[in-house]
């Protein structure tokens, strides 16, 4: 972790609004992304690719998990559930929320909620929920 | 410092105001209304775009200390901790060396304790968040001295959050938040966590 990172810390104010301050300004970067981004790709080539296999299109989204290309759509968003994953890394064991498909009574994990920071993959992670609210809802 | 896309990489400057006025509609950070009493100190640059939520730490009863305030302070705050260090140890007779461990320790809790008071009495902060970045404010010591930090969005910055439930490790909380963005190895980051300690 570089010393010469830029930290925005807020002070005289309860520890979580600094969590609020990200939070809000997470949520903003992801709408500037979409429209500015997102939005304009699936209009021009019809599709965004994401993340780790997640293609989003105009009314539906794919996604890959071993050997499988699932697809989601308005007519199973409903199945679409939050759940944890354990994972465990050097400094000890975590619960990462996950977006999920329900499918044949089981959970098939999309991608997690939140990024970790051992996992850049999953950077921008919080454009699947959007997308979802832009497209299938 | 300001981060943004490659070709904007003049800062916008900086407008001092007495209290800046907000929109009706700007909400703090956790969609509240806006205490009437906070002070914005600084205007908004216009690069952000539309302002939606703000929050100052500055409020109107706040001060600032005195001129030559910090180094007074920490010299009290050594001077005391050495004071109550050479005490303890004369009450507990200890060796030349107890004397100058202990003397040294109650020198560091002290002067911390100084830092965090001019931290808390000297320096304040105002936050804008806008359509295409946000900016934060820090005025120091006096309502002139402002510094200025500019994160404006763009379509090749990542970001990476965590949102934690944590099992294995008691000596932490049980939900950590943390939100980061990178862009041309630069990054900024809008909370400094534990995590960031033991990485």
């Known amino acids: 972790m570089s010393l010469l990172s830029s930290i925005f810390y807020i002070n005289s104010k309860p520890n979580d609004y600094e969590n609020s301050i990200g939070s809000m300004a997470l949520e903003k970067w992801l709408i500037f992304l979409y429209e500015q981004k997102v939005k304009k790709e699936i209009q021009k080539k019809g599709a965004y690719e994401h993340h780790s296999g997640i293609i989003f299109y105009q009314d539906h989204f794919t996604f890959y998990h071993e050997g499988t290309t699932h697809t989601v759509d308005r007519s199973n968003l409903v199945d679409i559930v939050r759940d944890y994953v354990t994972q465990k890394i050097d400094e000890g064991e975590f619960k990462i929320p996950y977006l999920s498909l329900k499918k044949d009574g089981k959970l098939i994990p999309i991608t997690p909620q939140a990024a970790m920071f051992r996992q850049p993959q999953f950077y921008n992670c919080g454009l699947l929920r959007l997308y979802i609210e832009r497209h299938l809802m | ?199």
């Open chain 2, 1 to 199: 410092m300001f981060i943004t896309a490659q070709e904007t990489k003049t800062p916008p400057s900086i407008v001092i105001t007495e209290n800046y006025l907000l929109d009706s509609a700007v909400r703090g950070f956790q969609s509240e209304s806006l205490p009437k009493d906070l002070v914005f100190f600084a205007a908004p640059p216009s690069i952000i775009g539309t302002v939606t939520n703000g929050y100052s730490t500055l409020k109107q009863d706040s001060n600032f200390l005195p001129k030559g305030g910090e180094t007074i302070t920490l010299l009290l705050g050594v001077v005391s901790g050495l004071i109550i260090g050479y005490l303890l140890a004369d009450f507990s007779d200890s060796t030349l060396i107890g004397y100058i461990l202990t003397m040294v320790f109650f020198t560091l809790v002290t002067s911390f304790i100084a830092f965090y008071f001019i931290d808390k009495n000297n320096a304040y902060d105002c936050v804008y968040l806008g359509t295409n970045g946000i900016v934060r404010f820090i005025v120091n010591g006096n309502r002139n001295n402002v510094i200025q930090q500019v994160l404006i969005f763009n379509e090749d910055m990542v970001s990476q959050s965590s949102v934690f439930e944590i099992d294995a490790l008691p000596f932490l909380d049980n939900m950590d938040c943390d939100y980061t963005w990178y862009e041309n190895k630069d990054k900024i980051s809008f909370e400094s966590s534990i995590f960031y300690l033991l990485y």
